[in-house]
């Protein structure tokens, strides 16, 4: 009787533990993936941006010297991209995460529920 109640107690702390987890999980992980497209948009930009100084740079009659400013960029690009991919590290990581806890959640769940009875013979 008394490993019944420890049991039930155990599952349901096990359950809140999960209902806890599952909301800020999936909100993370929505988060990551707004920051991620930020970031791909950002590089394209930056991309964008270098390639303007550039054309302008051969454009000019009188040489500006832009290379200091292109040099900028692409360092800026190089960090952006490091972002993202710690970013997509994290991501994978959440979405094992996310997997783990629906997994036991579904697996606690087939134990509280009785079995169903199957149809009269």
């Given amino acids: 009787m ?42 394209t930009h930056i991309d ?8 302008i740079q051969e454009q000019q009659q009188v040489q500006i010297e832009l290379d200091g400013y292109v040099k900028k960029l692409n360092n800026a690009r190089r960090r952006v991209m490091l972002v993202n991919n710690i970013l997509q590290n ?15 959640t579904a697996r606690r769940k087939a134990l509280l529920d009785p079995p169903s009875p199957g149809p009269p013979q």
């Fill in 48 to 55: 964008a941006l270098a390639e303007d100084l550039k054309k």
């Fill in 2 to 43: 008394e490993d019944c109640a420890n049991n039930s107690s155990k599952e349901a702390m096990t359950e809140g533990l999960v209902g806890l987890l599952r909301p800020a999980v999936e909100e993370v992980d929505e988060r990551v993936k707004a920051v991620r497209q930020s970031q791909m948009e950002l590089r």
């Fill in 90 to 104: 994290a991501q994978e990581r959440l979405g094992k995460l996310h997997y783990q806890v629906s997994k036991e």
